[in-house]
């Protein structure tokens, strides 16, 4: 496996995306190093890649101490208990979804003195086995996070479904696309609309027709992950 030729491909494969979209949005690489060891992630961060992305709290800290000149995301669901130990670590927590959640997010955030940067994570096909909260509550949620002075909302993320049914996930990715226009055209406190995350490894050039301006890539740079 060849990690240059894998990220070249990703990267014309969003470009390609890109020409394809009526956004003329620029697209952030994230890229999922979850099981992938530390020499992997050194590698593609040399080949010009900063932003990775990890699911599990524990990976993450030991994989923060190793790798340096990176920026690590938050992308997999969060246990309250488990925020003391990456909230003052990561560049962004993309799973935002419960209030208890954001409250100790914003605990452990005024303890130090800082603001922890967040996406809301919706649920956009109301799938009981995913995180996030319901499209229909999304701008309730945010109202009550503006009481959260240590938290800013940056953006929105979402998992498409997983089907083969490519109108439907286009269908999921134009309707968050839509959520994310009319919240950034309102006055929210402490929220601003920069980060439309949504598209992976089987759906992310759709994502980015769609308006995503922020895809989470692991499988298509890293190959297959290592469970053992």
């Given at each position: 496996?060849?990690?240059?030729e894998n990220?070249?491909?990703v ?9 394809k ?6 697209v952030?690489?994230i ?38 000149d990176v ?30 959640l ?19 994570q919706?649920?956009?096909g109301?799938?009981?086995?995913k ?5 229909e509550?999304?701008?309730?949620f ?7 002075q ?30 994310f ?20 490894s ?5 994502a ?19 469970y053992?």
């Amino acid at each position: 496996m060849d990690l240059k030729e894998n990220l070249e491909s990703v990267l014309e494969e969003i470009e390609d995306a890109k020409s394809k979209s009526h956004f003329n949005r620029d697209v952030e690489l994230i890229a999922v190093s979850k099981t992938h060891p530390v020499e992997m992630i050194e590698r593609v961060r040399d080949l010009g890649i900063t932003e990775f992305g990890e699911n599990k709290v524990q990976e993450l800290r030991d994989k923060i101490e190793l790798v340096k000149d990176v920026n690590f995301h938050l992308i997999g669901n969060l246990q309250t208990n488990k925020v003391k130990y990456i909230y003052d670590k990561v560049k962004l927590i993309h799973s935002l979804d419960r209030i208890k959640l954001a409250k100790e997010i914003n605990k452990r955030a005024e303890s130090s003195d800082i603001i922890v940067d967040c996406l809301v994570q919706i649920n956009i096909g109301n799938e009981e086995t995913k995180s996030g909260i319901r499209y229909e509550e999304t701008e309730e949620f945010i109202s009550k996070l503006e009481d959260f002075q240590n938290i800013h909302i940056k953006g929105l993320m979402a998992i498409a479904p997983n089907t083969s049914d490519e109108d439907l996930i286009r269908k999921c990715f134009e309707k968050m696309n839509n959520k994310f226009e009319d919240i950034g055209s309102k006055d929210y406190k402490n929220v601003e609309m920069k980060y439309l995350s949504m598209g992976m490894s089987n759906d992310f050039k759709i994502a980015i027709e769609e308006g995503s301006n922020m895809v989470r890539i692991g499988s298509k740079i890293f190959g297959n992950r290592n469970y053992n």
